[in-house]
């Protein structure tokens, strides 16, 4: 039962323009939601969050919408930059500590 | 120290051996957790340690056996494990009750042979 769902695997956008990388989850009990990044050959890096309360969560170049009615979050990336290629998990976390996640995005930054 | 350490990096055994893998961090975190992942995969969810407590276990095989001897550790043994075991096996450590920010190590990369 996969909670989380990312659908597109790959994005690719060139140095400047706007990133746009998308989220889906079924379980309406999710409390808060997150943004990792993560290189090869390392673990997972916190980026974003925001918390089922709220539409929007700004930090940067990187802003995470939320829309609860349609089950949606999404993380912009504005300007996105050749060091942002990377894969990008969303996930989501019950009131328990229990955390699930997508199965990723990996996004390449053209120059 | 704003680190997850995970040791060994790479791990190789059979079937018939025994292991552990080892998780620490000195963040005062009190939720620790271990994630499987395999390749183009998202983590999965395996056990989380709430104030050294085993609070969640995902239908884990007893083959994996996770331990939790202070606030500061975390292992996971490892016994009679199959080839299709073979993953990175994610530490990661989270302030309690807080945003839910994880702290994740580099992974263990396990082969099981």
């Known amino acids: 039962d996969q909670q989380v769902k990312q659908n597109s695997p790959s994005l690719s956008v060139q140095e400047g323009r706007i990133s746009i990388l998308n989220c889906d989850y079924t379980?309406?009990?999710?409390?808060?939601f997150l943004w990792y990044k993560k290189y090869p050959a390392e673990g997972p890096t916190f980026l974003i969050s925001i918390s089922s309360i709220k539409d929007k969560n700004e930090d940067g170049r990187f802003t995470v919408f939320l829309n609860k009615s349609a089950k949606h979050l999404s993380l912009h990336i504005v300007p996105s930059q050749p060091g942002d290629s990377a894969v990008y998990f969303c996930a989501a976390r019950l009131n328990n500590n229990d955390m699930r996640f997508g199965a990723g995005t990996r996004l390449t930054v053209k120059p | 120290d704003t680190e997850v350490t995970q040791t060994p990096k790479h791990l190789v055994m059979g079937m018939t051996n025994k292991k552990s893998l080892k998780c620490e961090q000195h963040?005062?975190?009190?939720?620790m957790y271990w994630y499987k992942q395999k390749a183009k995969k998202p983590p999965e969810l395996m056990f989380v340690?709430?104030?050294?407590?085993?609070?969640i276990n995902e239908s884990v095989p007893s083959r994996f056996s996770p331990e939790c001897p202070n606030s500061s550790l975390l292992n996971l043994h490892l016994h009679a494990l199959q080839p299709e075991d073979s993953a990175l096996y994610l530490c990661a450590s989270s302030p309690y009750l807080d945003t839910g920010e994880l702290f994740f190590g580099e992974g263990s990369r396990l082969t099981v042979l």
């Open positions: 379980n309406s009990m999710f409390d808060y």
């Open positions: 340690y709430s104030y050294e407590k085993l609070s």
């Open positions: 963040m005062g975190h009190r939720a």
